[in-house]
């Protein structure tokens, strides 16, 4: 199985090639920039679906959580949103369950380094940090493009970037200071955070702290959703130095620390009361560091080189509340007394060379990387350590045609082990290939790719030898069309959009009880239209299909979303004044041993910046979260959604 898929992989590569040499010479066409100003940029330039979330959508969305802030993407959902602590990210039906916060085939990365925990039982996604800290944030969803940066992300990959001194300064030599308050009504919900920006010649230093805190939320029926609410305090040191005759060295340097100190929760952060297992003392702490050296050659533009050296340590510790559950023991559950900890170190080294061959103008990205992951022994799961090398290439060729492949590889070794288990070698070849074509002066583009994909086992199945030299496998297909257009029912209008297709069959599965094989399918669009007028249109839908398999058996895939349509229609007053209306409409979900009802649910937004006066640089949003305070629960959620919310949020530069 694994060899004839390894064939495959360097099949992909050698159809990307053929390709190359195919389309060598036709006549070029220059296209112009068409710009939709909607909320959200349709990226109908990529072959890759992906999906960008800027630093003015980040604000406009005052998002508590990082899963809140990209969940309006097609294909992403929440398991449960809310709380950092027991919400988690699902993509593509992989990622977060109702039972655990990550499945490993959903990656994570914040300013280059690996983030994320492993199969932590009844706990929600480990990215415990605040929306408030990032520029961006970028959403691969499929194998495409991921290569890069990690193997086995059958799902996708979330990349945040933190922000920097210049988002404020302007590049300019300049002190800046930002202040943002914001307000919830539900669950009384505070947050504050303050950002200062040093820029003097080719220094530049940012530094953030951030406070959020949140008394339980009700939901749409007025029933408390959980027994506790969170404070979550983070704060946030980016520095950057550049120098040389043409600046093209640069030093930089990322801290940030997230913490949470919870009294008397319930351990199952997934469920609305202690239950079973109780309730417990959760301290949560969460540290990265990212030290990076770019030179950018100025006599060779081949020559574009990063050095990366990147530090996780996310550190869970929990004591049972004696008495708190009906049926455990005095002292509790060894699971609900368990401490977690993962401290992940990892060194890049990468080059993006651009080059010309012929008719074709090469973006070539290739390195290695090691990255070594340590895990704490536990009560409830084994400790040990996963390391790993890798070798990564791809090649963005565009033939000046209107033609662009880009092949992708990835090779990697692991040694894997922990103390009374024994030690595991594994390796994998992987790899695939994208393109996309653009007819002329059409605006419209066909796109497409086919890609090989591997999990490689992690620590916390040491305990099951049998699934040691036993990786995962994937393939994925994708196949879809873009336009692009202008003036099409109205002078100064602007259209895109992005409609893809794809399949996702994954093989040797070991991180699912009971099943064997899962075979996955969907729709996804996005679409943005506006008027030269400031009126604009956002529409986002996706359509989902899954099978599991046991013995050849058959039977719904649990982590399926129901098909979501999204829509908002807005209208913007040039940069002062934008009001907007969004409809999630979630359709009732039938494929499944847990259904769900249908539901719509109604946000208003309107964001105000005065453009003169004493006002003047400053942001005043206004946010109204299920307006109508509709009572339900999205599918995949094991607890209801959030009742009406009214978010206040205040933003002033000085």
Known sequence: MTTRLHTRALLMCGAATFLCHAAAAQEVIQLDAISVDSKRAVQTGEATSETVVDAEEIADRQAGTIAELVDSAPGVNLVNGGSPVGSGINIRGFGATGTYGTDQKVGIMVGGATKGSEELYRIGTQLFTDPLLYREAVVKRGMGGT???GSGYFGGLLLLEPIHASDLTMGEDAFKLRETLQFSTNGDGIASSTTAAFQRGNLEVLGNYTYRTEDPQDDGAGNPR???????????VNGRLTFGESDEHAVSLLLSHTQTDDRDVPYDTFGTSGGIFGNVDRATDDKT???RYDYDSPENDFVNLRLELSYSDQRIEQDYVPGSSPVAPPGGFPTVNADHRYQTTKLTAKNTG????GAVDHAMRFGVEYLQRERLDADSAPGGTDERVALFFADTLDFRNGLTVTPELRFETQEIGGSGYGT???????????????????GFAVLGGVWYNENLPI???????AYMTRPETAMNYEAGFAYDGADLMAEGDALALKFVGYVTEVRDVTSYSGRDAVDLKGLELEAAYSLASGYYVDLNANVARGTGYAAGVASDWEGVPADQLRLTLGRKWGEELDLSWEVVADAEMTRSASPSDSAIVHNLRATYRPEAGVLRGTELRLGVENLLDLDYTPHLATRPAPGRNVKVTLTTVF
């Open 226 to 236: 959980s027994e506790n609410g969170y404070e979550l305090p983070s704060w946030l």
């Open 147 to 149: 290569f890069e940066y």
């Open 424 to 442: 595991y070698d594994n390796t994998a070849l992987m790899g695939g290939v994208s393109a996309r074509y653009e007819f002329g002066a059409s």
């Open 289 to 291: 560091a990212v030290l």
């Open 354 to 357: 651009h080059l010309t061959t």
């Open 459 to 465: 620590i916390d199945d040491l305990g099951t030898p």
